[in-house]
């Protein structure tokens, strides 16, 4: 019975470990030759079909809720001047980020995860190794890079979609002064800011394909296992995007001082 429960109690440690070992060898698979150019194409373009969508939707009132609170916040300190500046730096730093890793993980992940599995529990898998193709090298691969790609850019679009609607709220609602929300925008905003958003999206793309791949090639038990491996995998890369999110702003605030306005 002890032995049972220490089983169980160590499986997480085990899945961790395994799941890093599947991204050690999506590391080395980037490295092999061929590599599927189409295959990557392909999936760039599906990732961002699926996606591209829902997230300009989700920036719109990501930008609106983050202007409306900030420029309420900054009002009763009487430094509504520094509204646009305090609104961009959170939209660029924090929510358009946060926005892109959860349509990745939640719509270009389960889409990835559910595609494995459907091969996994097909025996396409084993099929392919049986004829000496690496599925990792085969498809793992190209659809990792392509959701760090894809991740990039919505990234972009968050920032800019975001950034607008805040812009129009606090116009529009809070009788905003135009010209002193655009002033604004350098006050506090440095260029690192951008770069470090950048970062975090290729970073939470990198991780949320990983952990959908390992997930779907893992996937067992006919199609209630390929309906559990997507859950879990949106489960699991929600979790990590956040930790990881709260790491890359520790260490960024600790790299980077704030510019003083």
Do not use: H
């Not at 090298?137 to 959701?147: F, M, N």
């Amino acid at each position: 019975m002890s032995s049972l429960t220490s089983s169980r109690a160590l499986a997480p440690i085990g899945t961790a470990g395994k799941l890093f070992a599947f991204g050690l060898d999506v590391g080395r698979g980037l490295f092999r030759r061929p590599f599927q150019t189409r295959e990557f194409l392909q999936q760039a373009w599906f990732i961002a079909s699926v996606t591209i969508i829902p997230t300009a939707l989700v920036a719109i009132p990501f930008g609106a809720v983050i202007a409306l609170q900030v420029g309420g916040l900054i009002k009763q300190f009487g430094a509504q001047s520094f509204v646009g500046s305090a609104s961009v730096l959170a939209v660029v730093r924090e929510a358009g980020p946060i926005a892109t890793s959860l349509l990745i993980a939640g719509a270009g992940g389960s889409a990835i995860a559910a595609d494995l599995g459907a091969r996994k529990i097909r025996e396409e898998l084993d099929a392919m190794m049986v004829l000496g193709i690496d599925p990792i090298q085969r498809l793992v691969v190209p659809r990792v890079l392509a959701c760090m790609l894809v991740a990039v850019f919505l990234n972009g679009l968050v920032s800019v979609v975001g950034v607008t609607g805040g812009y129009i709220f606090n116009v529009v609602l809070q009788d905003g002064t135009p010209g002193a929300y655009l002033a604004s925008f350098t006050a506090l905003a440095q260029l690192p800011d951008l770069w470090q958003g950048m970062a975090k999206a290729l970073v939470f793309g990198l991780v949320a394909a990983i952990v959908a791949s390992y997930k779907g090639m893992n996937a067992a038990g006919g199609p209630k296992g390929v309906g559990d491996a997507v859950n879990e995998s949106v489960v699991v890369s929600f979790m990590l995007l956040f930790v990881i999110n709260f790491v890359m702003s520790a260490i960024y605030f600790q790299l980077v001082p704030p510019k003083t306005g």
